[in-house]
C-alpha cells in the first residue's frame, strides 16, 4: 500500500497545541508531531477497542511487552527481555520519575546543551542542581564555487567534550539525561562515544537515562545503538525510555516504556511505579503501541523517505535561494538545526523576523540552552507543498530585510 503524505489535514479548531496555539496567519514548524495522518492500522484498531461501548478499566495484554520486544530486536538488533520493560506515562514524566525514585532532592544532573530542553526544565522543577557539559560543535568549510554568499563554514555535528563531563561527574553528578538520538540536532551517537560514556558513568557511579524517542527515526545510511545495548557496564547502569510516538504520530496517546536490565534498579524504580499505579496504561495506549510494532514496517519505511526527502529539499532550496541559513543535516528525526547567525540579528530579533515578517514559527534555539543563540529547531514532517509556502516565505522575508538594509 502506498500512503500519502502529501495530504493537507485542517489541525486548527482541534484544541491541537501546534495549530491552536498559532496566529492564523503564520505557518507552525515548531513541537515535534507531525502533520501526517496517523497510520490507518492504528486508527482500525483503536475504532475496533470502540466497538464494545464500555470503556472501563484495562489490563495490560499478555503480548503487549512481547510485541515491544520483537520490534525492538528487529530494529535495533538489541535483545530485552519483557520483563526488563514498564509501561511509563511518558517520557518527561518518566525522567521525573526517576529523579523521585531513584535519586535524592538537590541531587546533581548532568545535561549537555544545546539538548531538548525538559531535561533542563523537569529537573529544575524537581529542585535539582543542574551540571552542564555542553557539546562542541563540529563545523567543516564550504566550498566557495557555487555557495555564493552563503560560502564559509557550515555546522555538520557536535562531539561530546568527554573531560568536562568527568569533570561534572567528579563534581557530584549523579545523573546524566542523555539524548539518543540527539534532540535537536538530529545526531546517532556512535558506538563510541556511547561506549566512552557507559565507562565513565560505571566509573563514577553516575546513573544514565537514555531519552531515545526517535530511536525508530534513524535515516538512511545512520543507525541507531540504544545506549544500553554497546556493553554490559552500560546496560547494568541505565534506563532507556522509548515510544512510538513520534514515528507514528500518536503523541496525543501515551505510549511509552522503560527498559531496565538491571535488577536492583528495576525492583526500585518498578515498584515505585506500581506503589502508585502508574505502570498500567490507558484503554489506548496499549492497543496503538501494538498496532504500530505489528503493523508499521511498511509506513516506517515510506514515511522516512518522504521526510528524507523533505531534508533534501530543505537543504537544496537554502543553499540555492537562502545561503545565510544553514541546515544542519539530522541523521535521525524530522527536526533540522538551523543556524540562522548569516543573518546578523541578536536571539529576540531573529524570533521576531521569523514570526512578524516571514510568518514561520519554529523553536527558539536558545531554549535548549544558551549554546543555541544564533539557531532555530524546524519541523519538516509536513506537506511538501507547506514546506515550499514556508521556504518562499522566508526566501521573501529575507530578501526584504536585505533590501531594507541597504536603503
Not at 464494545?52 to 495484554?61: A, E, K
Not at 542542581?129 to 555557495?147: D, K, T, W
Not at 498496532?291 to 530543505?314: C, F, P, T
Request: proline residues 6%; positive net charge; aromatic residues 10%.
Amino acid at each position: 500500500m502506498k500512503y500519502n503524505f502529501d495530504q493537507i489535514i485542517e489541525r486548527r479548531g482541534t484544541d491541537c497545541l501546534k495549530y491552536d496555539r498559532t496566529p492564523k496567519d503564520v505557518i507552525p514548524l515548531w513541537i515535534a508531531d507531525m502533520d501526517f495522518a496517523t497510520p490507518d492500522f492504528v486508527m482500525e484498531a483503536i475504532q475496533k477497542r470502540l466497538s464494545c461501548p464500555v470503556l472501563g478499566y484495562p489490563q495490560m495484554p499478555k503480548d503487549y511487552f512481547k510485541t515491544i520486544a520483537g520490534w525492538v530486536r528487529k530494529l535495533h538488533g538489541w535483545n530485552v527481555k519483557p520483563e526488563w520493560m514498564c509501561f511509563v506515562p511518558g517520557i518527561v514524566k518518566g525522567i521525573g520519575l526517576v529523579e523521585w525514585s531513584l535519586i535524592p532532592r538537590g541531587a546533581k544532573v548532568i545535561i549537555q546543551p544545546p539538548v531538548y530542553h525538559p531535561f533542563r526544565l523537569v529537573s529544575q522543577k524537581n529542585e535539582m542542581e543542574l551540571l552542564y557539559n555542553p557539546l562542541i560543535p563540529v563545523y567543516e568549510e564550504e566550498c566557495a564555487a557555487g555557495c555564493g554568499k552563503g560560502a564559509g563554514k557550515r555546522l555538520v555535528g557536535y562531539e561530546m567534550d568527554f573531560e568536562s563531563l568527568e569533570k561534572c561527574m567528579e563534581n557530584g553528578g549523579k545523573l546524566l539525561i542523555l539524548s539518543n538520538p540527539h534532540n535537536p540536532a538530529g545526531i546517532c551517537w556512535s558506538r563510541e562515544t556511547l561506549e566512552r560514556v557507559a565507562s565513565l558513568s560505571a566509573k563514577h557511579g553516575v546513573l544514565v537515562i537514555s531519552d531515545e524517542i526517535h530511536a525508530e527515526m534513524a535515516h538512511k545510511g545512520f543507525k541507531h545503538i540504544p545506549f544500553a545495548s554497546v556493553s554490559e557496564e552500560a546496560a547494568q547502569n541505565s534506563i532507556t525510555f522509548m515510544s512510538p510516538s513520534k514515528t507514528f504520530n500518536i503523541a496525543g496517546v501515551v505510549s511509552s516504556y522503560a527498559i531496565v536490565p538491571n535488577p536492583e534498579l528495576r525492583k526500585r524504580f518498578f515498584t515505585f511505579m506500581e506503589a502508585n499505579e502508574l505502570d498500567n496504561p490507558s484503554i489506548f495506549s496499549a492497543v496503538v503501541t501494538m498496532a504500530a510494532y505489528k503493523h508499521g514496517a511498511d509506513w516506517r519505511r515510506q514515511m522516512l523517505r518522504y521526510v528524507e526527502s523533505n531534508i533534501a529539499y530543505v537543504d537544496k532550496y537554502l543553499r540555492r535561494n537562502i545561503p545565510c541559513v544553514k541546515a544542519m543535516l539530522p541523521q535521525a528525526s524530522f527536526l533540522i538545526w538551523l543556524d540562522c547567525s548569516g543573518l546578523g540579528l541578536c536571539q529576540e530579533k531573529l524570533v521576531n523576523f521569523l514570526v512578524k515578517k516571514a510568518h514561520l514559527f519554529m523553536n527558539d534555539g536558545t531554549m535548549f540552552g544558551p549554546e543555541g543563540a544564533g539557531f532555530v529547531r524546524l519541523n519538516i514532517a509536513c506537506p511538501r507543498s507547506v514546506l515550499t509556502q514556508a521556504l518562499d516565505q522566508l526566501r521573501d522575508a529575507v530578501a526584504a530585510m536585505k533590501c531594507s538594509c541597504r536603503k
